[in-house]
């Protein structure tokens, strides 16, 4: 339970709230607008987690949304969910959170490569996890108290300062306007909230994962959403819109403002302190994914192998390359909004599929969703709204998402096949029937 709560919330608070509450700032410009779409993501990624926590609970196997995924429509759906997290979700967001370590070390020590100071911080954390299970969960523990603690600080000292700055009456003109400008400001923040069901991909590593996991999923949700919405309280409290929009670390501003520069200092490298609690996560989740995948025949045989430690090496090799690679050539906003509309849509899918799963007979199901049939539906309609919405104000931004489910949905339908060609392979050819060995004999079969 504990090992779960920390993997969850160390995998949710870190770059979203520390990276994009300036960007936010500059594509909406109000206080009020901006306060409105973090409470709407809170409240979709709490109605996602009721959902999921229902799923997690009567299929509690390694691999999260890919599972639920592959037992709600098949192996294609699987196929999709699965090696899409990989490539494109946590890759993505690992990247985006090397790329933002580098960032602050840049602004910390005054100078430095980004590209490389990313590179950098993945091959490290590549070999703190080639050291085993027990020391990568150590470091999630003690980093994840760590975190709250200087969040929780940085809040309180930017309530403190509560006069010093205009936030919540004043405003700045945003460059975007209209749906275009929620579309871009819902794709930061529903980066902020993602995570929250991460731990689900470790579900058989508890002993009691039908009753545990709900807990887990529901609290870390509500964790995360009580603390983003003081932290907003808090940036508001010391600064203006107008002076939060573009800054790469509004938390420095705001401790700055109130405390002085050396204090905001200190907020940076508490910041990279938090990013490598949350970056670490990545690394624990991508390859469990792999190993799911290759064990129920979705990927390589290569992806099961486990070192004595605990470690799955291969599928750990697979995601250090995925974000060494996309850390060193994109960046934090271009990341973010291309994993985010990948994302929306593939959890729109699972999402789906729990209406199958909950009608289905023979599937015990320790935890139910409350309000059935109507806050799923609610939840699913609101994903696609905002899925409509971020495809119709960035056609470009779409056909990248849609060309990477394209290539998705063809390796589907090719190992969908492959795997049937298996089943039809192993299965025993059916004894001849006695009419049919009369008849090649040359004999009537014989009368009753």
């Known amino acids: 339970m504990r090992d779960g709560l920390a993997v969850t919330v160390g995998m949710v608070i870190a770059a979203g709230i520390l990276r994009s509450p300036g960007l936010i700032a500059g594509y909406l410009g109000k206080a009020s607008l901006i306060l409105g779409v973090w409470v709407l993501g809170g409240i979709m990624a709490a109605l996602a987690t009721l959902m999921l926590a229902e799923m997690a609970a009567a299929l509690p196997e390694a691999g999260g949304k890919y599972v639920y995924a592959r037992a709600a429509y098949g192996n294609g759906a699987g196929f999709i969910a699965g090696w899409g997290e990989i490539f494109v979700t946590r890759g993505f967001s690992g990247a985006a959170k090397a790329v933002v370590i580098a960032e602050y070390l840049v602004i910390l020590l005054g100078r430095g490569s980004v590209p490389i100071l990313a590179m950098g911080v993945v091959l490290a954390f590549a070999f703190v996890h080639l050291g085993g299970v027990r020391s990568s969960r150590r470091f999630q523990n003690v980093t994840t108290i760590v975190k709250i603690l200087v969040l929780l600080g940085i809040a309180a000292a930017g309530l403190m300062g509560h006069g010093h700055g205009s936030g919540s009456s004043g405003s700045a003109a945003p460059p975007v306007s209209g749906l275009l400008g929620f579309a871009l400001a819902y794709q930061m923040v529903a980066f902020a909230y993602y995570g929250w069901e991460d731990v689900a991909k470790m579900a058989e590593e508890f002993e009691t994962p039908g009753r545990s996991m709900p807990r887990i999923l529901l609290g870390g949700a509500l964790a995360v959403a009580a603390l983003y919405l003081l932290m907003n309280l808090a940036y508001f409290g010391a600064l203006s819109v107008k002076q939060m929009a573009g800054v790469p670390l509004v938390a420095q501003d705001a401790i700055a403002g109130?405390?002085?520069?050396?204090?905001?200092?200190?907020?940076?490298?508490?910041?990279?302190?938090?990013?490598?609690?949350?970056?670490?996560?990545?690394?624990?989740?991508?390859?469990?994914?792999?190993?799911?995948?290759?064990?129920?025949?979705?990927?390589?045989?290569?992806?099961?192998?486990?070192?004595?430690?605990?470690?799955?090496?291969?599928?750990?090799?697979?995601?250090?390359?995925?974000?060494?690679?996309?850390?060193?050539?994109?960046?934090?906003?271009?990341?973010?909004?291309?994993?985010?509309?990948?994302?929306?849509?593939?959890?729109?899918?699972?999402?789906?599929?729990?209406?199958?799963?909950?009608?289905?007979?023979?599937?015990?199901?320790?935890?139910?969703?409350?309000?059935?049939?109507?806050?799923?539906?609610?939840?699913?309609?609101?994903?696609?709204?905002?899925?409509?919405?971020?495809?119709?104000?960035?056609?470009?931004?779409?056909?990248?998402?849609?060309?990477?489910?394209?290539?998705?949905?063809?390796?589907?339908?090719?190992?969908?096949?492959?795997?049937?060609?298996?089943?039809?392979?192993?299965?025993?050819?059916?004894?001849?029937?006695?009419?049919?060995?009369?008849?090649?004999?040359?004999?009537?079969?014989?009368?009753?």
């Open 258 to 448: 109130v405390f002085g520069h050396v204090a905001g200092d200190v907020v940076v490298a508490a910041a990279i302190l938090i990013l490598l609690s949350s970056l670490n996560v990545n690394f624990f989740g991508m390859p469990r994914v792999a190993f799911a995948l290759a064990r129920d025949r979705l990927g390589p045989k290569l992806f099961q192998r486990v070192s004595e430690r605990g470690t799955p090496i291969p599928g750990l090799l697979l995601a250090s390359v995925i974000i060494l690679v996309l850390a060193m050539t994109g960046t934090f906003e271009t990341l973010i909004r291309f994993m985010m509309l990948f994302a929306l849509s593939v959890d729109l899918m699972v999402l789906t599929g729990y209406f199958r799963l909950h009608n289905r007979a023979g599937l015990e199901k320790p935890f139910h969703m409350p309000g059935y049939p109507w806050l799923p539906g609610l939840t699913i309609a609101l994903y696609a709204a905002v899925i409509v919405i971020i495809v119709a104000t960035e056609p470009r931004l779409a056909l990248g998402a849609g060309a990477m489910v394209a290539a998705l949905i063809i390796g589907a339908v090719f190992t969908s096949r492959r795997l049937r060609r298996l089943e039809r392979a192993v299965q025993p050819s059916p004894a001849p029937s006695a009419a049919r060995q009369d008849a090649s004999a040359g004999r009537p079969p014989p009368s009753d």
